[in-house]
């Protein structure tokens, strides 16, 4: 059963424009949520996070928003650029031990054209 | 950011052998550490969490006897594949977390290419 979901698994953008990635979680008991950024043969790269208390948390180019009600997060790039092509993953956790294990999304391959 | 290298970046190996990865902590210490597995044009896949100086805890489906892990210090963890087969090439990776803050965010590996042919 997937937890954390990324429905789109590709998404194109013209240079200069807004990126949306969307993701989808089923567990209410996730309280904090990240998003990381990975090329191809190299370990994903932390991004931006959002606590549940919080709806939006913005990061220069990159906003996160949460809509707790909907289980529905997105992550929001403008303007758009080249740089930016990667896969984004989504991922989420809730608080219980101290080990604070990360449940990842399937990805969105992101595309920025020139 | 917090620094964390994983070696080696590729493997090729025989099946039957086994395989080694290191996953250390360059500047900090970290009391955790998970091992993850991406298959192709899918998520990663959590197979473990590595505590220093106790066993690691197993996700469900993981086989423990075949991924040998071992966290021996505060810097560094290990991941051994144990008689490789094919079916478990992979992309692995490592991450670290940064103190027992509930909200510090996981760095990781740049993770490891095992073929087994």
């Known amino acids: 059963d997937q937890q954390v979901k990324q429905n789109s698994p590709s998404l194109s953008v013209q240079e200069g424009r807004i990126s949306i990635l969307n993701c989808d979680y089923t567990?209410?008991?996730?309280?904090?949520f990240l998003w990381y950024k990975k090329y191809p043969a190299e370990g994903p790269t932390f991004l931006i996070s959002i606590s549940s208390i919080k709806d939006k948390n913005e990061d220069g180019r990159f906003t996160v928003f949460l809509n707790k009600s909907a289980k529905h997060l997105s992550l929001h790039i403008v303007p758009s650029q080249p740089g930016d092509s990667a896969v984004y993953f989504c991922a989420a956790t809730k608080n219980g031990g101290s080990a604070r294990q990360l449940t990842f999304g399937s990805g969105t391959q992101l595309t920025v054209l020139p | 950011g917090a620094v964390v290298s994983q070696h080696p970046s590729r493997v090729i190996c025989k099946s039957g052998t086994s395989v080694k990865i290191e996953c250390r902590s360059l500047d900090f210490q970290a009391t955790t550490m998970f091992w993850y597995r991406q298959f192709p044009k899918q998520s990663l896949m959590l197979m473990a969490t590595?505590?220093?100086?106790?066993?690691?805890?197993?996700e469900q489906g993981v086989e423990k006897d075949k991924f040998l892990i071992n966290h021996a210090s505060l810097t560094l963890s290990t991941l051994t594949v144990t008689s490789a087969h094919p079916e478990d090439s992979s992309f692995y990776i490592c991450?670290?977390?940064?103190?027992?803050?509930?909200?510090?965010?996981?760095?990781f590996g740049q993770g490891t290419r095992l073929t087994v042919v």
């Open positions: 567990n209410s008991m996730f309280d904090y």
């Open positions: 991450s670290a977390r940064v103190g027992p803050s509930r909200n510090t965010e996981a760095f």
């Open positions: 590595s505590n220093e100086g106790s066993k690691a805890t197993y």
